[in-house]
C-alpha cells in the first residue's frame, strides 16, 4: 500500500469548516488573546501618535520659518489634544519639548512591544501548542489499534509535533495578526481619510488587486502544502525505520542503499518546497509592486495637492506618506499571512484526523464491574476483517476454555492466530459473533477494567527505558517491592536480576539492550503476572529463543500459567504439548482441534505433517515436502 494513502483518513475538511474549528479552538483562550489586542492596539496607537508628532514638528519647524520670511495668511498648527505651547515659548523649546514627546512614546511602545512578544509567546506555545499536543497524544491513547494500522510512525509522529506548530500559526500568525491588521487598516484609512479623501481614494485604487492575489495564491498552493505534509512524513517514517534497524542495515551492509533512499526523500521535500516557494517569490513581488503604485499616485497626485496648498508639508504630505508606507506594509503582510495560512489548514487537517477519528473500542455507559472472574472464555461464531469490506482474517469461530485450561493456537502465518489474541483483550471487536467472558459479551466490560484481568506477553517483548522494577509494575504502578519480587520469582527472573549491578533498580537500555532475548521474555511474563490475572496471553513467547534459554522460559511460563486461563501461540511441540487443547488455524478457520496425542493420530492433518517436519532430520523434511508436493 502506498505510504501517501495509508495516512489519509476520512475526507478533507473544508477550509471553512478547518477555520471554524481553529476559531473555536482560538476562543478557549479568548482571554489572554484579548490582551494580547490589547496591547497591541496600544502599541499601535502609540505608533500614530508619535507619527503624528513628529508631522506636527515638521509643520511648526515650517510656520516658524515662514513666519521669520515674513509670508502672511499661514495656516493654523492643530496641536493635539487641545494643547497648544505658551506664547513665551522660544521655537527651540517648542522642538524639544515635541523631540522629548517622540522619544517617550517610542520608548514606552518599546516596553510594550517586549511585554507583547512574551504574551503572545505564552499564549501559544505555553498554552495552545502544550493543550493541543497533550489532547492529541490523550486521543491517540484511547484510539483503537485500527487507527495505527492505518498510519506510519512518521506521520504520527509529525501530527503531535510540526502539525501542531503549524496549527499554532493560525492563532499567532493569522488570527491576532488579522485582527490587529484590520484595526490597524481602519484606523491608518481613518487618519489618511482625515487629511484628504480624494487622495486617499486614489492612492487605494490598486489594493483590490492584492486581495485577488492573496486568494488566488491560497488556491494554488494548499495541495501543495499537503503533499509536503505527506511527503516529509515518509522522510521522518525512513529515518525512524533506520534508527530502529540498524542492526539490519549493518548486519547486510546496506547503509550506502539506506542513504540513497533517504538523499531520493530528502531531495523530495525540498524540490516541493522549492515549488512552493517559487510561487511565493511570484506572490511577494506581485503585493510589493501593487503598493507602490500607491506611493506613485500619492507623489503626483498628493504633490499637486500640495503645490496647490491643500495639503501641508508635515501632517499632510509627509504623515500621509508615511501612513501609507505603513499601511502598505500592513499590507505586504498578506502574502506572508497567505502562506502560513495554508501551511496553518493543512496541518490543522492533520491534527483534526486525530482528534476526530472514531474511539471504536468504547466502555459502555453502565459497564459491567469484573470481580471474582474465574476465567471461562467462549468464541461464539466470531469474524473479523481488519479493512471494512474486506476479507474475514477469521471466519465463524467457536470454542470455549474452562477455568484454568491452557489453549493452544498452531497456524500459518496469516492462519488467524495474533486475530484470536488481540480480540480477547478487546484490542479490536468482532465483526460478527461475539467473544464471553464468564458468560458476559467483553463488550459490557470497560476496556481497561477487563485488560487488567488479561496479562498479555508479546512474542517480541518491549520494555521501556526505566528501571527493572519500574518495568515489572508498568501495568501496576503501586505495586509494592514485595509484589515486583513475587512477579519476578513466579517468571524465574529473580536470580538474574539479582546479579544485576543495581538488582531491581538497574535501569534498562532503549528496548532493554543490555538484556538477553531470555531476560526480556521472562521480565515480560513478570509484567503480565503481577495483577495475577485470570486469563493469560502468551505470543510464542518461545520463538526467537535458543534451546538453552526456551527451559528458563518455559520454566516462568509453567509458572505463570498455574491457575489462569491461558491462551498460547506456538509452534515448538515441547510447548504444545502442554495445552489442555491444541486449536489449528487454516486461512482463518479452526481445521482441527484435540489434545497433542489425537492430533497425533489424525494422519492427514496439518498438526501431524507440523510436528513430523519438527521431528524430523533436514533430509526427511526434504523428502516429506515432495511427498506433500506430489
Known sequence: MDSHSKDHVGPQLPTSAIVRRLLRLAWRYRWLCSAVLAVQIVILILNLSGLRLVGLGVDYIEHEWRLMRGESGLQLLRWPFGWSPPQAWSPVRVVGTIVIAILAFNFLRFLLSVGDTILTNYVVQSKLVVDLRAAVYDKMQRLSLRFFDAKTSGSLINRVTSDIQTTRMFVQEVLIKTIILSVTLVIFLVFMLGINVRLTLACLLPTPLIWYFAAL????????????RELTDDLVACMVESIQGVHVIKGFAMQDEEIRHFSRLNREVRDQKQR?????????????GTNHLGLLILIVYGGYLFMQGQITLGTGLLVFYSLLLQFSVQIDQLANMSNIMQQAMVGAQRVFEVLDAPIEIKAPARPLKLHSVQGRVEFANVSFNYEENGLNAIQDISFSAEPGQCIAFLGATGSGKSTLFNLIPRFYDPSAGCILLDGHDLRAFDPDDLRRNVGMVFQESFLFSTTIAANIAFGHPEATAQQIENAARIAAAHDFITEMPRGY????????????GGQRQRLAIAR???????????????????????????????????????????????????????????????????????????????????????????????????????
Open 217 to 228: 495564491y491560497g488556491r494554488i498552493v494548499n495541495p501543495q502544502y499537503r503533499k509536503n
Open 276 to 288: 512552493i516557494f517559487h510561487y511565493h517569490s511570484l506572490l511577494v513581488p506581485a503585493i510589493q
Open 505 to 516: 533498580n538497574t535501569v534498562l537500555e532503549e528496548g532493554g539492550d543490555n538484556l538477553s
Open 528 to 630: 503480565a503476572v503481577i495483577l495475577e490475572p485470570p486469563v493469560l496471553l502468551l505470543d510464542d513467547p518461545t520463538a526467537a529463543i535458543d534451546p538453552e534459554t526456551e527451559e528458563d522460559i518455559m520454566t516462568a511460563m509453567d509458572n505463570a500459567m498455574r491457575g489462569r486461563t491461558t491462551f498460547i501461540v506456538a509452534h515448538r511441540l515441547s510447548t504444545l504439548k502442554r495445552a489442555d487443547r491444541i486449536i489449528v488455524l487454516d486461512q482463518g478457520r479452526i481445521v482441527e482441534q484435540g489434545t497433542h496425542d489425537d492430533l497425533m493420530n489424525n494422519r492427514g492433518g496439518l498438526y501431524l505433517e507440523a510436528a513430523l517436519h519438527q521431528m524430523a532430520d533436514p533430509a526427511t523434511r526434504q523428502i516429506l515436502d515432495s511427498l506433500g508436493d506430489s
